[in-house]
């Protein structure tokens, strides 16, 4: 029997660093040639990978503390996860990247790689809320004390270190309220204290924000959203600089967390798209913006993408695009008539995710969970997720359903 061609995978990979972006998308990850030609890489199914020899089998226990990507055992990565670990980690800027099973997964991984009984926690009051119930439980538990602060603080975040802050996590913008954070200010300030600086990068997905680039040590993608794109796997990613990757690797290993072969292959399919479908949801959500903000139901549109819109300035600065979810203030109203513009939709869906091909709808009412800054929003908060319908038809359903909220009598 001989070692499988897996040996050496990787190795015929053109060099990337000529190509530009686009093209980096649809080769990063792949080597063709190595499974007889066939495009996609082939979903490995593994748990036991079986050794030849008595050596080999030794031999293979530090392969991956050597960062040699080879086939050891189903859960320390196949051919299936390089081909997506491999393109993120391009794509983002990063040194190597790590797939977790679900995205809350990969930012409960990535904190407890960089955090240990008596440390502080900067997190921002933005976050993600199942983030938020891992600092208040289990960090809480182990020892780890959090500390909630405004998105938009800045260089200020200075005052709220401590001697033992080792962490400030920063989510940008916010998936509900969409604050854009000064991420190289914090960045600065995190760094002189000896401090790394973690990042929720979904929003924007490895296209729009280049994380490396600012200041992040870590970054991390709910793969689920924009780079599966098809509402139908779940995925998380963790990319990080040459000098946080030990951590990460060490710990998730520990954690015993991986992805399935699945998942990990309709990731890396979505993969390829997400230029052509992240331009396509970025110019129907900034048409449908800028329609909104002319609305008398709408008081403010929170896409930073729009002139005059909340981070608009910071965005502009540090991303190289804007995506399809943003936010929707409304004139205050009764809930029962959010009800009935939500109830009678014909084309955005209730459900909660987002970064898939379809448009969705819901209420974001985040205002009784945040705890470092006054709620300011006057009237109800939506989120929208602007799909690749046709933009007309999406007006059409918003337009009624605006209508309904307007004439609704209680
Ligand atoms: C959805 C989401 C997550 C979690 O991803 P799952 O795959 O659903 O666990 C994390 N962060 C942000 C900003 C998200 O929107």
Known sequence: MTQPVLSTLMSKLPDLSSLREDTRIILSGRDPHRYGGMVNPPVFHVSTVLAESIEQLNARD?????????????????????????????LEGGHRCLAYSTGLGAVTGALLAFLKAGDHLLMTDSVYAPTRRFCNGILKRFGV??????????????????????VVFTESPGSHTFEVQDIPAIAEVAHAHGAKVLMDNTWASPLF????????????QA???????????????????KESWPELQDCTRQLGQCAGPDDLYLAQRGFRTLAVRLRHHQSSALTIAEWLQSRPEVRQVLYPALPGAPGHEIWKRDFLGASGLFGIELEPCAEEAIADMLNGMR??????????????????????IRTAVPWSFEGP???????????DDLKDDLNDGLKRLRNFRG
């Open 347 to 368: 084309l955005f869906g209730m459900g909660y995710s987002w970064g898939g091909y379809e448009s969705l709808l819901i209420p974001a009412n985040v205002q009784k």
């Open 209 to 220: 924000f280049k994380p490396f680039e600012y200041g992040v040590d870590v970054s991390i």
């Open 381 to 391: 908060l939506l989120r929208i997720h602007i799909g690749l319908e046709d933009i």
């Open 223 to 241: 793969g689920t959203k924009y780079i599966c794109g098809h509402a139908d796997a779940m995925l998380g990613t963790v990319t990080t600089t």
């Open 145 to 166: 004390e959090t500390t909630y602060y405004d998105p938009l603080i800045g260089a200020d975040i200075r005052s709220l270190l401590r001697p033992n802050t080792t």
């Open 62 to 90: 530090h392969l991956e503390d050597l960062g040699v990507q080879e086939m050891v055992y189903g859960c320390t990565g196949t051919p299936t996860s390089w081909a997506l670990e491999n393109a993120v980690a391009e």
